[in-house]
């Protein structure tokens, strides 16, 4: 794993993932790293509080997750929030998806931690999201905030699971899918209509959902009364 350090009053810390987690080097930068995220990874970048362009009174971090959701990366977040000490953050995804166990993997890990999520990209200054998307597997990560807000023109967007390798019986894989599915949206407090939504979307194609279709299925819940607090 690569840690790129940026140095402003306080650090801020952007992790870029390879599958093997190889040891690389440390580089300090006075401003975040503009080249393109490799697409195979989730690439973390963490904005501490106090960064320049920060609101002085804003105490949580920004973490932004950007690409694939690769096996790894439920264990590459654990480890930051740990080392970095994270106590407080809200999580912005801008991913075309992964691997579904992972995803739900990381958003159990962000609901433990009491984290909040939106949709949208990092912006060249770290601060200020951009628009982006939330597909596939991300809505299941996604879905770990204990508050869920949605940037303006950003997407969330889901479609039915596929394994990464044929299976002998579809029916039965779908099966298992749809059971470990509806228990982690349970546990999150999604409605199952959104399993319902999944199955009729073919997996080379992608079902936006519009943002009344989100705060239905209780997705995008920003603007309703704030959730009960999560034990930790």
Same mark, same amino acid.
């Given at each position: ?22 040891? &690389?080097?440390?580089?300090?930068? @006075? ?8 697409? &195979? ?35 590459? $977040?654990? &480890? ?29 890990? $962000?609901?433990?931690?009491?984290? @909040?999520?939106? /949709?949208?990209?990092?912006?060249? @200054?770290?601060? $200020? ?15 770990? &905030? ?11 967007? /889901? ?9 002998? @019986? ?7 899918? !749809? ?11 999604? !409605?199952?209509? $959104? ?6 979307? !073919? ?18 819940? !920003? ?10």
């Amino acid at each position: 794993m690569r840690d790129w350090i940026l140095r402003s009053n306080l650090w801020c810390t952007a992790l870029c993932a390879t599958m093997l987690c190889a040891t &690389g080097g440390v580089y300090a930068q @006075d401003a975040p790293s503009t080249a393109p995220a490799d697409p &195979g990874y989730l690439h973390i970048v963490a904005v501490a509080p106090g960064y320049e362009g920060r609101a002085p009174a804003d105490d949580r971090w920004i973490i932004y997750l950007e690409g694939f959701i690769d096996s790894g990366a439920a264990a590459r $977040l654990a &480890g930051l929030f740990d080392r970095r000490q994270i106590g407080r953050a809200i999580v912005f995804f801008n991913s075309p998806g992964g691997h579904l166990v992972e995803a739900m993997g990381v958003g159990r890990l $962000l609901r433990q931690r009491g984290f @909040d999520t939106d /949709v949208g990209g990092r912006a060249p @200054d770290s601060v $200020l999201a951009r628009p982006g998307v939330c597909y596939s597997a991300c809505p299941f990560a996604y879905a770990g &905030g204990v508050r869920r807000s949605l940037e303006p023109g950003s997407m969330l967007g /889901v479609h039915r699971a596929a394994n990464n390798v044929p299976v002998p @019986d579809e029916g039965a894989f779908q099966g298992v899918v !749809s059971d470990q599915t509806a228990g982690y949206l349970a546990e999150m407090g999604i !409605s199952q209509d $959104l399993l319902a939504i999944m199955s009729e979307v !073919s997996h080379d194609s992608i079902r936006e959902l519009t943002r009344q279709e989100a705060e239905r299925l209780g997705l995008l819940n !920003s603007s309703l009364p704030p959730p009960a607090a999560t034990p930790r």
